[in-house]
């Protein structure tokens, strides 16, 4: 028997090669130019062009690895089969790489491409051994060695084809995922070629007995060779299992990043969009319009008494209303008109290159939409919007401005009574309003960072115009417009709700002075009055709160008066009632402020325990000598005396006032002519 022997570089250099052509076969398709690739001449030379390589692999390998084996002198090949077995890889290898490149790839498909690319290269390598002819020696084969390696050709075969058919779309561009797939394309082959080596032995044609040492070593050869093939191909299975795995988890990954980014821009409720598209959608829209010079309409829509749905039917039903309202004016939208939500109730329509003509037109259209009425949970809800128009550039080149000032059309069509469109103008009117929506806005960041102060205006008493109180008047520290008083923005801050904490601030800014003031014994500054709005004398935490405050700052509480308007006080009678009785067991002292404009009686103020009555300035503000005012005056005057309160008057600004107030019996005066709301330093300087 023949003994093989190999020269490793060469086994090593054949290695290389398999692995070299293997990778050119799967380069093939990313070679080709775009432009011809769904052009069925090019499938066809990429699957022709693919067999030829991985043929040519196969080849290569087997011929090189026979030079590696050392062979006896006088051997020669045999052309014919030789060429055959050429012919038999080059078709095997191109008719599974067809069946790999069809659209899916069913295990049958699988399998039978595996099948015919392991014995594609099992052809080839017995063909080409069959070829090979040694003088005076016989091959003879061991059947279940030969069987081994067949199975290696179709194994490994069969997990590269399924690979590359299941990343080719993903990573298969990747160079070092084509590497791996040749890697393990190439062991495949070089573990075939090998593995039928080893099956293989070559007898002189008078044996001896020391063939079977040979063929113990031999068998040795065999199965270290099947091992590390094997080993090599578990290990490429798993990495590729991994892998596939890792692929899965980033698909998983990147769907759910598409599908958190598109909810980041759409409305969870109306699936709208938001505010967020509107930022971007907006940049791009205006960097079209100012290339071509067009115009777009921003229709800034509103549904009117919103609030007074959730309030009777309930915030499921308002909802629900949203969502019809949404979907209604969605659906006449023309290919040039988008719909977000923007808020609460209120959603923006934006047309793109539109005249002022068109968008009223569209304004009309959606108001008829609207108001045919819904149907939500056998409840028929009639409601009507009110829009508001801006045309970018005309009133805004940016989306605040726009946004702005369609927002002050809407409200402006809101007090023409509503149900109705506004186009913005630059009118006083509307100017004002936009300016209380910008006050409001700087609002919110005024009571955060607390850009309030209290000026102090005092009163007098009449006859000795003796210092006896002063009254705390809120001011706004504005960082743009300067001091403000509090008709600039005191009915924002209602409206908005922030009014309740101004105003704790004001009673403990209220409550710190009274403690200086306490320690410094400057009595005639007692007491100090703060005024209440309705919403806060409401305000279930009136009363901790300022239990709190006497406690912190250990101070008497019939140092502090609360100012309760006439028409809060009136408001709810009963109510009304018991805060005063609860204020007056703390020992707080009640005035009533601006009184005379409400719908109070003496019958009523007879029952609340109040110590002061205010007078409003309107009273006094035309005073006239035997005038109606001096007689209404008088009756006040008389009748809460007899009540046994004081009376205040507001607003006294000449000497002609305070000399009728003086003769009327008025027991205190404050007003412009005495003294104007200063700060508290001002105020100590001049009454100390």
């Known amino acids: ?44 030379v990429s699957i022709l062009l693919s067999g030829f390589f991985f043929g040519i692999a196969i080849w290569l390998m087997h011929f090189i690895g ?46 039978l491409g595996s099948v015919l690319m392991g014995l594609g290269i099992s052809g080839m390598h017995y063909l080409g051994m069959m070829g090979l002819i040694i003088d005076g ?64 032995s070559f007898h002189l044609n008078s044996a001896t007995s020391a063939e079977v040492v040979v063929q113990q070593n031999q068998g040795i050869i065999f199965f270290l060779i099947v091992f590390v093939t094997s080993l090599v191909l578990a290990v490429s299975f798993i990495i590729t299992l991994l892998e596939q795995r890792l692929e899965e988890r980033n698909k998983e990954l990147l769907n759910l990043n598409k599908d958190l980014a598109s909810q980041a821009l759409q409305d969870n409720l109306t699936k709208l969009p938001n505010r967020l ?66 808020g609460g ?23 008829q939409i609207v108001q045919e009425g819904f149907l939500i949970a056998g409840k028929e809800i009639n409601m009507s919007i009110s829009i508001g128009i801006a045309i970018f550039p005309e009133h805004g080149n940016n989306l605040q401005d726009l946004m702005m000032n369609a927002d002050s059309a809407m409200l402006h069509s809101k007090k023409q009574g509503r149900n109705t469109y506004s186009i913005f103008g630059y009118s ?33 008493i009449t006859n000795t115009e003796e210092i006896c109180g002063v009254e705390a008047l809120i001011r706004w520290n504005h960082p743009i417009h300067g001091l403000l008083g509090p008709n600039m923005f005191i009915h924002g801050a209602e409206k908005t709700g922030l009014i309740i904490q101004m105003g704790y601030w004001a009673l403990e800014q209220a409550c710190k002075q009274i403690q200086i003031w306490e320690n410094a014994n400057q009595k005639q500054f007692f007491p100090l009055a703060v005024n209440l709005s309705a919403i806060q004398f409401e ?26 308007t006439e028409s809060t006080a009136m408001h709810n009678v009963d109510t009304s009632l018991r805060s005063f009785l609860r204020l007056r067991q703390m020992g707080i ?37 035997n005038s109606k005012d001096e007689i209404i005056l008088e009756s006040i005057v008389k009748l809460a005396t007899n009540l046994g309160l004081i009376v205040t008057a507001e607003g006294v600004e000449t000497e002609f006032q305070k000399d009728v107030l003086k003769r009327l019996g008025c027991h205190q005066l404050q007003g412009f002519l005495l003294g104007k709301p200063m700060p508290v330093e001002e105020l100590e300087k001049r009454h100390c």
């Open 345 to 367: 109730d209120e959603f923006l329509l934006v047309i793109e290159d539109s005249t002022i003509e068109y968008a009223t037109y569209t304004a009309e259209r959606t108001h």
């Open 66 to 111: 026979m030079l590696a084996c050392h062979l006896p002198s006088g051997y020669y090949f045999d052309y014919t089969l030789t060429i055959v077995s050429l012919l038999i890889a080059f078709i095997a290898s191109s008719f599974a790489v067809w069946l790999t490149s069809q659209a899916t790839l069913t295990t049958p498909k699988l399998m």
């Open 1 to 44: 028997m023949l003994p093989l022997h190999y020269d490793v570089d060469l086994v090593i250099g054949s290695i290389v090669i398999s692995i070299l052509a293997c990778y050119i076969a799967l380069s093939v398709e990313s070679a080709i130019p775009r432009n011809i690739k769904n052009n069925i001449s090019y499938q066809k």
């Open 539 to 564: 305000h279930k935490h009136l009363f901790s709160i300022l239990e709190n405050l006497f406690s912190r700052y250990e101070i008497k509480s019939d140092r502090l008066m609360i100012e309760i």
């Open 428 to 460: 006083d009117v509307q100017s004002e309003s936009k300016s209380q929506t910008k006050l409001i806005n700087d609002l919110y960041k005024a009571v955060e960072e607390q850009q309030f102060t209290l000026f102090y205006q005092p009163k007098f």
């Open 589 to 625: 002292k009640l005035a009533i402020d601006d009184f005379g404009t409400g719908h109070s009686s003496f019958l009523y103020l007879k029952q609340l325990p109040v110590d002061e009555l205010k007078i409003d300035r309107a009273f006094i503000k035309d005073l006239e000598q």
């Open 137 to 200: 020696y016989s091959s003879f084969y061991n059947l279940l060695i030969v069987t081994c390696s067949v199975l290696i050709a179709i194994f490994g075969s069969g997990i590269t084809f399924w690979l590359l058919f299941k990343y080719k779309n993903a990573v298969l561009n990747k160079s070092w995922y084509k590497l791996l797939l040749a890697v393990m394309m190439a062991f495949t082959i070089v573990g075939m070629h090998y593995t039928g080596m080893a099956a293989v």
């Open 277 to 342: 598209f509107l930022t971007e959608y907006a940049n791009l829209l205006f960097s079209q319009q100012r290339l071509s010079r067009g115009k777009s309409a921003f229709l800034y829509i509103d549904i009117d008494r919103f609030k007074a749905v959730n309030d009777v039917f309930g915030h499921h039903i308002g909802d629900q209303l949203l969502i019809q309202v949404a979907n209604r004016i969605h659906k006449q939208l023309a290919s040039n008109e988008k719909l977000m939500r923007i």
